[in-house]
């Protein structure tokens, strides 16, 4: 069974950082194309970052490029989220996210962790 | 980027009614989208890909339609439990967006 267990979320003040962590179980996890896609609480889905299976091409939305940077283990099936510079805009529950390999389908995801961006 | 323009916001209908959302891309996004299904407090799960295919094991009073910029989900009898939000997503390239949103309730 495919799981995705997000954690490191909590609160911190504007212009601290976080470090989140999707740990993953069930599945290959070097062979997949790994998602962050974060929501605002009582706002929509937005996608934030992706790494490739081998832990190149990083890509990002604009909202968050310079400020995060995602990585990942693959020996210890562990996706990153390392958030810089942090918002009050940034305040979400952020969730990995697995797509299939022949479509960018989110198919699984975990079920969230919520980072606060408050004073 | 490709903005997605979801609606209707929310929507009230009654048990078995048919019920359609739309959703219009800012540019041809040939086939390339996705419509997810989201109840309170849990993660999104995908019902249809493609625009048009159902995923496995979703039930099939629920379907999508349209290509290039015009999308459409359709739940052709709603039931108690279809009470969620729904979001469209197209995948064409990046950045990966979502519609806003339809919040889907029961009158």
Same mark, same amino acid.
């Given at each position: 069974e495919v799981q995705l267990v997000e954690s490191g979320g909590g609160l911190v003040q504007p212009g601290g950082s976080l470090r989140l962590s999707c740990a993953a179980s069930?599945? =290959?996890?070097?062979s997949y194309r790994m998602h962050w896609v974060r929501q605002a609480p009582g706002k929509g889905l937005v996608w934030v970052s992706r790494i490739n299976g %081998?832990?190149?091409?990083p890509t990002y939305a604009d909202s968050v490029k310079g400020r995060f940077t995602i990585s990942r283990d693959n020996a210890e099936n562990t996706l990153y989220l390392q958030m810089n510079s942090?918002?009050?805009? %940034? =305040?979400a529950v952020y969730h990995c996210a697995r797509v299939r390999i022949s479509d960018s389908s989110f198919i699984y995801w975990g079920q969230g962790t919520l980072v606060t961006v408050s004073s | 980027d490709i903005q997605m323009t979801q609606s209707p916001s929310s929507l009230s209908a009654s048990v078995g009614d048919r019920v359609t959302i739309t959703c219009q891309a800012s540019q041809d996004i040939k086939k390339y989208l996705n419509w997810y299904q989201q109840k309170p407090g849990k993660a999104p799960k995908l019902l249809i890909y493609d625009a048009s295919n159902l995923e496995?094991?979703? $039930?099939?009073?629920f379907s999508g339609s349209g290509s290039g910029t015009d999308f459409a989900f359709t739940i052709s009898s709603l039931q108690p439990e279809d009470i969620a939000t729904y979001y469209c997503q197209q995948y064409?390239?990046? $950045?990966l967006t979502f519609g806003g949103g339809t919040k889907v309730e029961i009158k």
């Open positions: 069930g599945f =290959t996890f070097s %081998d832990g190149s091409s942090l918002r009050a805009e %940034d =305040t | 496995t094991g979703v $039930p099939s009073r064409y390239t990046l $950045p």
